[in-house]
């Protein structure tokens, strides 16, 4: 692993922890062996965060606003806006106890004619996807005081490799869920 490398990691990790704990996070407190598993796919990595990082005041409004099938369509809409700026991505979006609000890699159901789907009732059945609150990513975002997770693993929704970065909506112990957004592994 070059020193570039390393140096960029570092700075994104201290950058996104600084921000989720308004400057109090210490290493401890943080996903443990976070710059070692980051190091496979930095660069997707990179590229997830620059993406999500910026969204996530108007992701969590959003979430907080999802009441009916209009604010659910409203707020599956913004987070379709999300992708299409790093193309080939998906978004998750899951509540504190991982229930599944919204999965972009899923068909919009507005009408529940599916099995599966994105529509408010399809959420307010659990159809959207399976839960959540098992993925590492997801999990770690909710788990520690940093708010965030990554891993890399084989979708069982996609059937690909995808590179995953997940950040909190919302305090420790205290969020509105998690964003997940991911990328298909190099």
Known sequence: MNTTSRRLTRAVVISVALWL???VARAQDCQPGFDQAAQPHIVA???L???LFPQLGDLTVGLSQVVDQDS??????????????LPGSRMLVALPDGTVVLDTARTD???????????????QQKTVNENHNSRVAVFSAQLYLCGYGLESKLSSTTGLTESYIAL???NHL???GTARISIVAP
Do not use: M, W
């Not at 159901?109 to 959420?123: E, I, M, R």
């Open 21 to 23: 704990t308004s400057g």
């Open 45 to 47: 990595y990179l590229q």
């Open 49 to 51: 965060v620059e993406a």
């Open 72 to 85: 659910y369509a409203t707020f599956l809409a913004f987070n379709r806006v999300i992708i299409t700026l």
């Open 109 to 123: 159901d507005p009408n529940n004619t599916l099995p599966v789907g994105n529509s408010f009732q399809h959420f």
């Open 168 to 170: 909190r909506l919302g």
């Open 174 to 176: 205290d969020s509105i």
